[in-house]
């Protein structure tokens, strides 16, 4: 049986995300300044976050979060590498086939050793980046592995059944919330909401932390 969508119409549609834009904008709108211009590729990725934080889809927002964070890695390792002076078209190609080949096949673990030994990031920034993004957010949910996301969570709770024939006669059940799927659903939810805008503002600052360090050094 098909499950019945909360919308019947598209106007119910539009009053929704209309409540969310009023209650979230003004805190979000912010994230639609960036000016990054090293990594202006990004840029409309960061919009779509901001999209999606402001509407409150939180999962959309950490995925998308995971996909930006990688890719400014790796651009973040190529352009410290090549330098930011201008450079003929002519040349465009032997320019970035070297750094091409040795950063985009890399992993997250790898490009975040790489950049902190290319002192592109902090030490602060590669234990958060290697312990807790790289494992629980990031391989959390790109491989849905709820092990990794629900990792903090306790694992039993104590719960309570009863029955509408006998509703006096309540019985506590422990229950392994971390196994069952309807826990894990709602513990992951509740994840995504807690840590999606915190992630989300810790990748959009290190955008901005990498792009002067790449200045400095080029200056």
Not at 99 to 109: A, I, M, N, R, V
Request: glycine share 2%; net charge negative.
């Amino acid at each position: 049986m098909k499950s019945k969508s909360p919308f019947e119409n598209k106007t119910q549609l539009e009053n929704a995300f209309k409540e969310k834009i009023d209650k979230n904008f003004d805190t979000l709108n912010k994230y639609f300044e960036n000016d990054s211009t090293l990594f202006s590729e990004l840029n409309p990725k960061i919009f779509e976050v901001n999209k999606c934080l402001i509407l409150e889809c939180f999962t959309a927002s950490i995925t998308l979060t995971n996909h930006i964070l990688e890719r400014l890695l790796k651009l973040a390792l190529i352009t410290n590498d090549t330098g930011i002076g201008e450079l003929d078209v002519s040349l465009w190609d032997e320019h970035f086939e070297k750094p091409h080949k040795d950063y985009s096949g890399k992993t997250l673990g790898n490009t975040i050793e790489l950049c902190l030994s290319r002192e592109l990031i902090t030490t602060e920034d590669k234990d958060y980046l290697f312990n807790k993004v790289r494992e629980q957010i990031r391989n959390g949910f790109s491989h849905s592995d709820t092990d990794k996301i629900l990792v903090d969570n306790i694992e039993y709770a104590v719960m309570f059944q009863s029955s509408f024939k006998n509703p006096t006669n309540i019985k506590p059940v422990k229950l392994n919330i971390k196994n069952n799927p309807i826990f894990q659903a709602i513990q992951m939810e509740n994840f995504a909401k807690e840590n999606a805008l915190k992630y989300f503002d810790f990748v959009y600052n290190l955008i901005s932390k990498i792009e002067l360090r790449i200045h400095d050094k080029n200056k």
